[in-house]
């Protein structure tokens, strides 16, 4: 929150990554997919679905404010970097919804892709600091 005060103070992204947004935002849509009667067994992860339909609403907010404030080589980074992520959400619904005719084999795929997706969320704050050229590679890893 603090981070998009800042943005929307400013009007400008500065040197703030879409990365940790974007993939939060596939994190949650993975889970809220994952929780649904379509791959869970009638409502038994209606928690998930609830507390990943905030985090949708939320993730979504922060990269709907980043892409309005980015500047236009910011922007298309947002598009290049969001686009691909929603086509493989879209992708991965497909083929839970229509490949697999039982839960049991719809909830193994799903959770295992948001198992990786959620190592992905914890670590996209590294890529980040990373692909900052100002700090020196050793202190990034010294830090964490």
Not at 11 to 23: A, D, V, W
Not at 100 to 124: C, E
Request: aromatic residues 14%; glycine residues 6%; hydrophobic residues 50%.
């Amino acid at each position: 929150m603090v981070t998009f005060k800042r943005v929307i103070r400013k009007k400008s992204t500065e040197q703030f990554s879409c990365i940790p947004y974007i993939i939060g935002l596939l994190n949650c849509l993975l889970y809220t997919w994952n929780g649904l009667p379509v791959v869970s067994y009638k409502w038994e992860n209606f928690p998930l679905v609830t507390v990943n339909g905030v985090g949708i609403a939320l993730e979504l907010s922060y990269v709907l404010i980043y892409f309005w404030y980015a500047s236009a080589k910011g922007k298309r980074k947002v598009a290049i970097t969001a686009i691909p992520v929603l086509l493989l959400f879209s992708i991965i619904v497909a083929v839970s919804a229509f490949a697999f005719h039982d839960n049991r084999h719809r909830k193994l795929l799903v959770g295992s892709i948001g198992s990786g997706v959620s190592v992905a969320m914890y670590t996209s704050p590294l890529v980040v600091m990373v692909s900052d050229s100002s700090l020196p590679f050793t202190v990034i890893f010294c830090y964490y």
